[in-house]
């Protein structure tokens, strides 16, 4: 093997050791828990899916917690695997055997892409959502699960993905610019200068995660991608991408993008289909919106079409980090583009 590729395989181990060691503290399964439309939105789901869990094997790719194996097993699951790479399948463990289903539910620490189940499987969950859908890039062990584990006709819990985009106007940024023209008439001191220094340092090519509101939403939201979980390909994940059309709702100035997802849970009997949405429109979560800020606003009128394309793929210095290119079009501006990513927990330098 030549040096270059045994540096990248260090490097890719150093990437998982990392991603899992930041689910081994405390902190981010608070705020999952915590986020009510998340937690009880896969309840609801487990429960209405009653029947098609009752009797049979579960598994629940990175169980963190285990707080949904738990509710497979309340669901009537005969066993349930909780696969858990980091440490926190230690606490699993005492909570499941808190809920008296440690005759049920077998805490399995380790990857779902080495452990060994003695079965196979007839339903996969599993909470595999990042930032902007794909960041972290886990779904793709839920992929390897489903080749490996699931029985044919098996159940996946969520079983489709869409992502979404709309321009946004979002003011927060333009009111930190403004703000460097605002400290004269306080102190007597002109730092009108420090806009440009402020704007390239506030409009870069990082992935914004926070809260948008509705009012700052200026079109319907165009539906850029779709991904069926039950056919869908690791290397069909690995560059997602999509066109999109929309048109503004009034006069304001475009100064992002806003991109957010949606995950579907089956329903039995043809019923309807119970969605867990990360609009701006829809209750928050912990997953907000993933905001997109252009160099330069562009103003927009009633109608003004938006339209471009936007491709989804693995940033080349960490596979667990995503990267989002968006091509687009303002109305009769000329056709731009830029690229973003979430900045890098895995390039701190090596101990």
């Known amino acids: 093997m030549s040096h270059a590729g045994k540096k990248r395989k260090l490097d890719k181990t150093r990437q998982d050791r990392l991603y899992f060691d930041s689910y081994s ?51 009537g699951a005969r066993k349930v695997y909780a696969v858990e790479a980091c440490s926190i399948a230690e606490q699993a ?4 055997k808190r809920n008296n289903v440690d005759d049920v539910v077998e805490v399995i620490r380790g990857t779902v892409e080495t452990v060994e189940l003695p079965e196979k499987v007839e339903v996969i ?20 699960a489903r080749d490996r584990w699931l029985k044919a006709g098996g159940l996946i819990l969520p079983s489709r993905a869409e992502l979404y985009i709309t321009p946004i106007s979002e003011p927060v940024a333009e009111e930190r610019l403004y703000f460097w023209y605002t400290v004269k008439d306080q102190y007597g001191v002109d730092m009108s200068c420090m806009s440009d220094f402020a704007r390239r340092c506030i409009k870069n090519s990082d992935v914004t995660v926070s809260t948008v509101a509705v009012e700052d939403v200026l079109s319907h939201p165009a539906r850029f991608a779709e991904l069926d979980l039950r056919s869908v390909t690791a290397e069909e994940v690995r560059g997602v991408k999509g066109r999109f059309r929309c048109e503004s709702f009034g006069s304001a100035a475009v100064n992002a993008f806003c991109v957010y997802f949606t995950v579907t849970f089956p329903c039995p ?22 905001v997109l800020y ?18 989804m793929f693995p940033s080349e210095d960490s596979s667990r980090h995503i990267c989002i290119h968006v091509d687009y079009t303002i109305g009769e501006q000329k056709r731009q583009s830029k690229t973003f990513s979430i900045p890098d927990w895995t390039s701190d330098p090596q101990p």
């Open 294 to 311: 252009l160099d330069s606003p562009v103003e927009v009128v009633q109608d003004t079409e938006i339209s471009g394309e936007v491709s």
């Open 25 to 75: 503290d405390v902190t981010i399964h608070e705020e999952m828990i915590a986020d009510h439309v998340r937690t009880n939105t896969y309840r609801t789901a487990i429960f209405r899916n009653s029947e098609s869990i009752k009797g049979k094997v579960v598994l629940d790719v990175g169980a963190g917690t285990g707080v949904l194996s738990i509710f497979c097993a309340q669901a």
């Open 125 to 144: 969950v599993s909470e595999w959502m990042g930032y902007a859908l794909l960041h972290e890039s886990m779904l793709n062990s839920v992929l390897h």
């Open 93 to 96: 463990a005492e909570i499941v």
């Open 269 to 290: 009997d043809n019923a309807h289909s119970l969605a867990l949405c990360t609009s701006p429109f829809k209750p928050e979560t912990h997953w907000k919106q993933a």
